[in-house]
């Protein structure tokens, strides 16, 4: 099957990414990109764009009907902080958005699809050092509660119709390019900005906070290649656990500063701390690096490197 793919929510930290990197493998013509508005021109620029609400099942339809589209990647959600504000819009948004396109794939209008869930399905009664695949979940964030439920649907759909749908479990994701909006691990993104525009940074979570995080990179490679596997690899069809690095503000900012000696950082914890102390500090993703063969690149150093580097390159 030539890929004909749907990204929902291309405007986003990851759906960019993951629109740019599926347009060069794919081809252009091949990946249409969808967003609520314009808000992002390079993608809206840089290939075929559409308006389109996640939430309008007619119109996410005519979308798939129009350019044939037999692939799908939901990215649009409403994260955990900017959940907790709106906890009905959350559920609403992130409920709505993945029943329409699950219903899409039952019907067969879609193929194959891609859904991300996140470390937010744990809660405080999880395990927090290398949190199993399967243990104890009880989320506390809308967010997360989202996630969870969406789980259990992908797997009922896949088991009840036959539904192709793959997910993997996202940690905090670092990236220079677009910034991520509403969630609680975006301080680790912020810091660089900081660092590098007012050599100093107000961290909304306390300096040992540590919390499961990985560089862009990495966390496109792992979307491509869980949608790329063979699907009898595919073994789990909840989602994935998937890790990379953890690590707290302290050490980030540690590694920050073998590069920017004169960085300080100083700590005012709020309502995201709270969201932080209810996840993992660590995830054990063995089966997906068992299943289809997962693994990741990026040390925290080595992101912090990329990081300054693009974001100094970007500024001049
Ligand atoms: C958030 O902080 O809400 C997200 C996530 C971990 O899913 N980055």
């Known amino acids: 099957m030539t890929p004909k793919i749907l990204i929902i929510g291309a405007c986003g930290q990851i759906g960019s990414e993951l629109t ?16 609520i508005s314009y808000n992002n021109l390079d993608i809206v620029n840089s290939g075929i764009f559409e308006i389109l609400d996640a939430q309008d099942y007619t119109s996410v339809k005519v979308c798939i009907d129009k350019h044939k589209i ?9 994260l955990s902080a900017t959940g907790e504000k709106y906890p009905m819009k959350a559920w609403d948004l992130n409920m709505d958005s993945l029943f329409h396109v699950l219903n899409l794939a039952k019907e067969g209008f879609i193929k194959k699809l891609f859904w991300p869930s996140s470390i937010a399905v ?16 009880e989320p506390s964030t809308v967010y997360g509660m989202t996630k969870q439920v969406g789980e259990r649907w992908c797997e009922y759909y896949h088991n009840q119709y036959g539904v192709d749908v793959r997910s993997i479990r996202y940690p905090g994701i670092i990236s220079w390019k677009t910034l991520p909006g509403g969630g609680t691990t975006d301080y680790a993104v912020e810091i660089y900005h900081k660092a590098i525009a007012d050599n100093t940074y107000e961290c909304f979570l306390s300096e040992n906070t540590q919390l499961p995080m990985m560089f862009m990179d990495d966390a496109i490679k792992a979307t491509i290649d869980i949608m790329d596997a063979k699907p009898e690899d595919i073994k789990i069809r909840s989602s994935y656990n998937l890790s990379a690095v953890s690590f707290t503000p302290k ?5 920050i500063q073998k590069h920017l000696p004169e960085f300080t950082v100083t700590y005012k914890p709020d309502f995201r701390q709270k969201i ?3 996840w993992p500090k660590s995830i054990d993703d063995s089966r997906a690096r068992e299943d289809w063969s997962w693994k990741h690149r990026f040390s925290l150093n080595d992101i912090t490197s990329e990081m300054l580097t693009n974001l100094k390159k970007k500024e001049k």
Do not use: C, W
């Not at 990197?21 to 990109?33: F, P």
């Not at 037999?70 to 409403?78: D, I, P, Q």
């Not at 744990?122 to 979940?137: A, L, R, V």
């Open 20 to 35: 740019h990197t599926l347009r060069s493998i794919h081809g252009k013509d091949n990946v249409i990109a969808s967003d």
């Open 70 to 78: 037999n692939t799908v990647y939901l990215m649009a959600a409403m």
């Open 122 to 137: 744990f809660g405080p009664t999880t395990p927090k050092e290398n949190t199993p695949q399967y243990t104890i979940m």
């Open 251 to 255: 050490e980030i900012t540690e590694s």
């Open 276 to 278: 932080a102390d209810s």
